[in-house]
């Protein structure tokens, strides 16, 4: 079955700098794109960034877009954010989620989730 | 970036009651590729979010019949026939047509 686990959140102080990983399993990883998407604490979804399946194009959201780097490793079946200049609004758990595509059906997103880690940003 | 507005924020059903939420976004999800990238997703409380829905109708592996979307263009809903107990949580829209992806505020489903 498909796993996806977060690891590398913890407390920051601003202006630091933390990776995240996202460990997949139960499918063939380098087949499909990845998105990370967090939630603050008490708040809704916001969408982070994309990264297809050989790591050919990524997209960010405005908010991060400079200071975060999305990447994956497919021969360790592993996806990663390199969060920089982290700022208090950064505050929130982090997801890794699947991007599902075949030939019949096409793509769509957000098919698997991992249970997240929290990223705290305080001083 | 496209907005995508949800209502209602809140809504308190009686269980095996129907309930509906909307979700309106700012510019038409139509993809070139003539698809339409709306999901929804359910995230109970102290969980991730759970796909339900995709393309705006098409339930995904395991979800229950009784979840239904509809909808097109800039217009969605999403229907639960009759509610259960284990419905209960939050409910958000989001558009994957046009990075950046996009969700809605969310919709707190409760029983009365």
């Known amino acids: 079955q498909v796993q996806l686990v977060e690891s590398g959140g913890g407390v920051v102080q601003p202006g630091g700098s933390l990776r995240l990983s996202c460990a997949a399993s139960?499918?063939?990883?380098?087949?499909?794109?990845m998105h990370w998407v967090r939630q603050a604490p008490g708040k809704g979804l916001e969408w982070v960034a994309f990264?297809?399946?050989?790591?050919?194009?990524?997209y960010y959201a405005d908010s991060v877009k400079g200071r975060f780097t999305i990447s994956r490793d497919n021969s360790k079946n592993t996806l990663y954010v390199q969060m920089n200049s982290l700022r208090a609004e950064d505050t929130a758990v982090y997801y890794c989620?699947?991007?599902?595509?075949?030939?019949?059906?096409?793509?769509?997103?957000?098919?698997?989730w991992g249970q997240g880690t929290l990223v705290t940003v305080s001083s | 970036d496209i907005v995508m507005t949800q209502t209602p924020l809140s809504s308190p059903v009686t269980l095996g009651q129907p309930a509906s939420i909307s979700c309106r976004s700012s510019?038409?999800?139509?993809?070139?590729?003539?698809?339409?990238?709306l999901s929804w997703l359910q995230q109970r409380p102290g969980q991730p979010p759970r796909l339900l829905i995709y393309?705006?109708?098409k339930r995904f592996s395991g979800v229950p019949d009784r979840f239904s979307g509809s909808g097109a263009g800039t217009d969605f809903t999403l229907k639960i026939s009759r509610v259960e107990a284990e419905d209960v949580g939050v409910y958000f829209c989001?558009?994957?047509?046009?990075?950046?992806?996009?969700f809605g505020q969310g919709t707190k489903l409760e029983i009365k």
């Open positions: 989620a699947k991007r599902f595509y075949d030939i019949l059906t096409g793509y769509y997103d957000f098919d698997f």
């Open positions: 139960g499918f063939t990883f380098s087949h499909y794109g």
């Open positions: 990264i297809r399946a050989d790591g050919s194009d990524r």
């Open positions: 510019q038409s999800l139509v993809h070139s590729d003539g698809n339409t990238y």
């Open positions: 393309k705006i109708s």
């Open positions: 989001t558009q994957a047509t046009q990075f950046p992806y996009t």
